[in-house]
């Protein structure tokens, strides 16, 4: 039945969503290896407008512990280096002129423990998600009048399994994170 179908189809969308948004917020997790991730939050001004810094400037990782900020202005590199330390990060950038270099200090084992945290915060959220989207799936399917008992059944078996199957998708990037993060 075609309906049942787009529930479910619906369903599966906001699943993958929950999962993508989780590892976003995992990137934005500094585990002690640079990443231009890091700088994702930093909005510069550029002529009256916040513009994200990806879009003035290039980022890169020249090693695991710098990040170099090619500014595509040259005249932004002061607005670029306040909007970092603005953005609270705990970066402390400096300038040869031409490029920001952000050197990434080595994180401590109490911090490791409070990310490690901060990742299980995240992915319990994702979880609940998750189980949003399971309820909401099956009332949806609940509510189609043509489907009978049996189908709508069916349908909320299919729903449970791609439940359990993002679940554990969701188990898997937490275990990765931990891993990453906990690494000296």
Same mark, same amino acid.
């Given at each position: ?36 991730? #890091? ?11 916040? *513009? $994200? ?8 990782? $020249? ?11 040259? @005249? ?12 609270? &990060?705990?970066?402390? $950038?400096? @300038? ?6 952000? *050197?990434? $200090? ?14 299980? *915060?995240? #992915?319990?959220?994702?979880?609940? *998600? ?10 949806? &399917?609940?509510?189609?009048? %043509?489907?009978? %008992? ?5 349908? %909320?078996?299919?729903?449970?399994? &791609? ?22």
């Amino acid at each position: 039945m075609e309906e049942l179908d787009i529930i479910l189809e619906t369903a599966k969308e906001q699943m993958q969503g929950t999962v993508s948004h989780l590892e976003v917020a995992f990137d934005k997790l500094r585990a002690g290896k640079a990443t231009p991730a #890091m700088l994702s939050s930093v909005r510069v001004d550029y002529y009256g407008s916040l *513009s $994200p810094l990806t879009q003035i400037a290039n980022v890169n990782t $020249p090693d695991a512990m710098t990040l170099s900020i090619q500014p595509y202005e040259r @005249n932004l590199i002061h607005e670029i280096e306040k909007a970092i330390i603005n953005a609270n &990060l705990g970066f402390a $950038p400096s @300038n040869n002129g031409d490029t920001i270099i952000i *050197s990434i $200090p080595p994180v401590t084992e109490e911090r490791r423990k409070e990310l490690v945290k901060m990742a299980k *915060s995240d #992915m319990e959220t994702a979880k609940i *998600s998750l189980r949003n989207a399971r309820q909401d799936a099956n009332k949806a &399917l609940k509510a189609v009048k %043509e489907a009978s %008992e049996d189908m709508v059944k069916d349908y %909320e078996t299919r729903v449970q399994g &791609l439940t359990d199957k993002f679940s554990k998708k969701l188990e898997e990037a937490l275990t990765k994170k931990e891993a990453e993060i906990m690494k000296v």
